[in-house]
């Protein structure tokens, strides 16, 4: 579980984490990942908002978008 990884890191090492990650997701390794970088999102299979401690949206890849993720945010729960 990684709680805002990339908060306040330089735009390259974020990228060669970014490949890891993506490496290592590709040989069948979960990654859990909170962010508050919209951007990061990219990198993800799904995504689950959570508002209040709860899931208000769960997101497949397909589905990603910042519109989706704000909106889901600052709606009403599902």
């Given at each position: 579980?990684?709680?805002?990884?990339?908060?306040g890191?330089?735009i390259?090492?974020?990228?060669?984490?970014?490949?890891?990650?993506?490496?290592?997701?590709?040989?069948?390794?979960?990654?859990?990942?909170?962010?508050?970088?919209?951007?990061?999102?990219?990198?993800?299979?799904?995504?689950?908002?959570?508002?209040?401690?709860?899931?208000v949206?769960?997101?497949?890849?397909?589905?990603?978008?910042?519109?989706?993720?704000?909106?889901?945010?600052?709606?009403?729960?599902?």
């Amino acid at each position: 579980l990684m709680d805002d990884p990339m908060r306040g890191v330089d735009i390259g090492t974020k990228l060669e984490v970014y490949d890891l990650v993506r490496e290592e997701a590709a040989k069948g390794r979960t990654f859990l990942w909170y962010t508050t970088e919209t951007e990061e999102l990219d990198n993800c299979d799904h995504v689950y908002v959570f508002k209040n401690g709860r899931i208000v949206a769960n997101l497949g890849r397909d589905e990603l978008t910042e519109e989706k993720i704000i909106q889901s945010s600052f709606g009403d729960a599902a």
